[in-house]
């Protein structure tokens, strides 16, 4: 079976894994009128204002899956990327301190899939609330967390939100996975500003009215790619491998199977098994033992996150094979790093990290300044492969950047 029939069927079970969410039925929520921000939510950013999907032109096959690609949204909405690298060169200067004035500090609910091994989301909220405390913007933050299969949850978490809306001025929302959550977060963001996390692939189909302010995060195709290029450079593009997979959905379809069609495109390599771990160490152990024992003679084993791949290194070093198959992160957070410098990771699909909790920040900065026409309807940060050939320095020279706000996380 061919990668691009496996994404299709995996399409189905989002389908329907979305159609029996608890709050998939539920009703039109209000629109939080004693907002600070105000009650209209076309005034607040969530309705087309320029610079969401409107009246742009969906290419076909962005339509069959129902989101686009980067690249599509791109090409369809050539202002949006202008306004983009606009935005992105804001993010990664100086902070300019904000003019905004107000009685009261915004309050903002975090909406995060954090309860894993990976330190992203830590880092996310330390970016945005370092970048909002140098703007000298006044918040109080308030978190809402999940593992990131816990679906029925975050539903429930986002009804929470909704409920109250007129408590809320911000609510930054990493989807537990993005298609399952779809009327949910139309709900939200129809009661609530909100801004998407880990996401640039907006819904074709959104509802007039229901659009975030923005889709913040990584493209996650484009790190597949760079996996990729890496992973053939490395193996001479010969010798078999493997999938362990992240929570079934649309972030595993681009890191995993975006991965796996580009090395059957563009090498000898060939795909012999692929494992559900659903973003979990000890069932990666188990995958990684079951796909091992199966196929001996795998050269890589793909693993779709950060516990992911640290289960696929506790299986491997249990079987003396740490050097006998790649293996790669998803994110470069410093468990990973510390994993590549040690020498047991091979490389990781590394996330320039603070510049998407920057981006939060400074997103809600311009809108909180009624400068919402400068806010890209997709930011998409920076991502690039970290491997162990380069040496601590070298890794610590890019961590100086990417963790600049978030710096060591104690946990």
């Known amino acids: ?47 087309n204002d320029g610079r969401g999907v409107g009246d742009v032109a969906v290419p076909a096959a962005a339509e069959e899956r129902g989101y686009y690609h980067l690249d599509e949204w791109w090409e369809a909405a050539p202002d949006d990327q202008a306004r983009h690298d606009a935005f992105m060169q804001l993010v990664q200067a100086d902070a300019e ?44 933050t308030t978190e809402f967390l999940i593992r990131p299969d816990e679906h029925d949850r975050q539903a429930t978490q986002i009804e929470q939100i909704i409920a109250e809306a007129d408590k809320w001025d911000y609510v930054v929302v990493g989807p537990s996975e993005y298609t399952a959550q779809k009327r949910n977060l139309e709900r939200l963001a129809e009661a609530v500003p909100t801004l998407v996390q880990n996401i640039v692939n907006p819904f074709t189909d959104i509802t007039p009215g229901s659009e975030p302010i923005t889709h913040v995060g990584f493209d996650h195709s484009v790190g597949a790619q760079a996996l990729c290029e890496w992973t053939i450079e490395q193996t001479g593009g010969e010798g078999e491998f493997a999938l362990l997979r992240y929570v079934p959905g649309l972030v595993d379809e681009l890191r995993s199977d975006v991965f796996a069609e580009c090395l059957e495109e563009n090498s000898n390599m060939t795909l012999v098994g692929d494992y559900e771990a659903e973003g979990d160490t000890d069932q990666a152990y188990t995958g990684t033992n079951a796909l091992i024992g199966a196929n001996p003679d795998i050269a890589m084993l793909h693993s779709g996150s950060t516990a992911v791949s640290l289960g696929a290194l506790a299986g491997l070093r249990e079987r003396g094979m740490l050097d006998d198959v790649i293996v790669n992160g998803w994110g470069g957070g410093q468990d990973e790093l510390d994993a590549i410098i040690k020498g047991d990771l091979d490389v990781t699909a590394f996330r320039v990290n603070d ?13 909180a300044e009624g400068r919402q026409d400068e806010i890209p309807y997709v930011i998409a940060a920076t991502i690039e492969t970290v491997d162990k050939s380069m040496s601590a320095e070298e890794i610590e020279a890019k961590t100086d950047y990417a963790f600049r706000y978030s710096g060591d996380i104690d946990r």
């Open 1 to 47: 079976m061919s990668m691009k029939t496996v994404r299709k069927q995996k399409a189905l079970v989002a389908a329907v894994l979305a159609s029996t969410m608890i709050l998939g039925a539920c009703g039109q929520a209000g629109g939080g009128e004693d907002s600070p921000q105000g009650g209209d939510t076309e005034s607040q950013g969530s309705a």
């Open 97 to 140: 301190a904000s003019n905004l004035e107000s009685d009261e500090p915004l309050k903002i609910a975090f909406l995060f899939p954090s309860l894993e091994l990976s330190d992203a989301w830590g880092r996310l909220g330390l970016a945005i609330t370092g970048r909002l405390d140098d703007l000298g913007i006044e918040y109080e």
């Open 355 to 367: 510049d998407w909790g920057v981006s939060v920040a400074e997103a809600i900065r311009l809108h």
